[in-house]
C-alpha cells in the first residue's frame, strides 16, 4: 500500500501550481484532500510554514519555504517526521531544479511539470522502503518537530474565520487560477444592445445639455436622468465582460437605476422605447447572474 499519494508544489504568495506528482489513484478520499489541498493553496499566507490536516485515512501535511509550498497527501499511518521528511527531500530537489527568479516570473498554471519525475521517484523511494535513505535527516526532523511541532489546522474553521475578518476572499477569483466561462451568442447580443442603448442615453444627455442651460433649467434633471442610464449601460457590460465581487449586489443596484432612469423620462420616450431599454438591462442582467466562473487550476492531466 502506498503510504504517500500524492505531491504538490505551489507559490506561496497567490497559490499558483508549479508541479504536482501524477496521480495514479482516484478514491473518494483522496480527490476531497486534493480539493482541501487547493483551497489551502490560495490562503497559504494566512497558515504557518508548517501544518497538518487530519483526515479519516489520509492527512495533508505541507511546508513553506522561500516563497514555495510543499503539500502532501498521506495515509495516516505514516509517520509525521517521515512526511516532513518527504517535504524536505521535495523542497531540496525543487530549489536545485529551479531558482526564485524563475518561480517569480512563472505566469501559468504547472510551468515545472517536468519536475514531476523527480517527485515520482522521490515517492517511490519511500513508499518502497519506508522513507528517506539517510537516517540521520529523519532524526534531525524528528528533533525539528519535537521543538517546533507542526500546526494542526482545523481547515473548515480556519477558511470560517478568515472569511469572517476580512482575511481571504472566498471568492475564487483569484487572478491566475480562475476565468469566466467563455462569452456566449445571446451575450454578444446583449452586448451590442447595450452599447445602442448607451450610445442612445449620451446622445439625447448631450443633445438636452445645450438646449437646458440656454432656456430650460428645469430639465436639468432629464439630462442626469440620460447620463446615468448611460453610465450603468457601461457598467452592465463591464460586469458581464469581467469577474466582480458582489456581482449580484451590483447588478441588481444597475437595473434598478436603469429602470428608474427609464420611468422619470416617460415624458421624453415612448412606451416602446422605454420597453426596449428595460428589456435590454433585464436581459443583461440575467447574462450577467447565469455566467459563472470556471476554475483553472484543475489537474491538468497529473
Request: a neutral charge; charged letters at 15%; proline letters at 4%.
Amino acid at each position: 500500500m502506498s503510504l504517500i499519494l500524492f505531491a504538490f508544489v505551489v507559490r506561496v504568495r497567490d497559490g499558483l501550481p508549479l508541479s504536482a506528482s501524477t496521480d495514479f489513484e482516484h478514491n473518494q478520499e483522496l480527490q476531497e484532500r486534493k480539493q482541501q489541498l487547493r483551497t489551502i493553496s490560495k490562503a497559504l499566507a494566512r497558515f504557518p510554514d508548517r501544518g497538518t490536516v487530519k483526515g479519516h485515512a489520509l492527512n495533508i501535511y505541507f511546508m513553506s519555504s522561500e516563497g514555495v509550498s510543499y503539500m502532501t497527501v498521506c495515509h495516516c499511518s505514516l509517520p509525521v517526521a517521515k512526511a516532513f521528511c518527504f517535504l524536505e527531500d521535495l523542497r531540496w530537489g525543487f530549489t536545485a531544479c529551479f531558482n526564485s527568479t524563475v518561480v517569480a516570473l512563472a505566469a501559468r498554471p504547472y510551468p515545472f511539470l517536468e519536475f514531476d519525475s523527480t517527485i515520482q521517484k522521490l515517492k517511490q523511494q519511500y513508499n518502497q522502503s519506508g522513507g528517506p535513505a539517510l537516517e540521520v535527516t529523519l532524526t534531525e526532523v524528528q528533533e525539528d518537530l519535537r521543538i517546533h511541532p507542526p500546526q494542526v489546522i482545523n481547515l473548515e474553521l480556519e477558511l470560517t474565520n478568515g472569511a469572517a475578518n476580512g482575511h481571504i476572499e472566498q471568492s475564487p477569483g483569484s487572478g491566475q487560477n480562475v476565468r469566466l466561462e467563455p462569452v456566449t451568442p445571446p451575450g454578444i447580443l446583449s452586448l451590442v444592445l447595450n452599447i445602442m442603448c448607451a450610445s442612445l442615453n449620451i446622445i439625447r444627455g448631450m443633445h438636452l445639455v445645450e438646449y437646458t442651460f440656454q432656456e430650460d433649467y428645469e430639465g436639468l434633471w432629464n439630462v442626469v436622468a440620460f447620463l446615468l442610464a448611460f453610465v450603468c449601460c457601461v457598467f452592465q457590460c463591464h460586469l458581464y465582460l469581467f469577474h466582480s465581487s458582489l456581482k449580484k449586489l451590483k447588478s441588481f443596484t444597475l437595473l434598478s437605476v436603469i429602470v428608474l432612469c427609464n420611468l422619470y423620462l416617460l415624458g421624453m420616450r415612448n412606451m416602446w422605447q422605454l420597453i426596449f431599454h428595460i428589456s435590454v438591462a433585464s436581459l443583461s442582467t440575467a447574462l450577467i447572474l447565469t455566467r459563472k466562473l470556471q476554475d483553472r487550476t484543475n489537474d491538468c492531466g497529473v
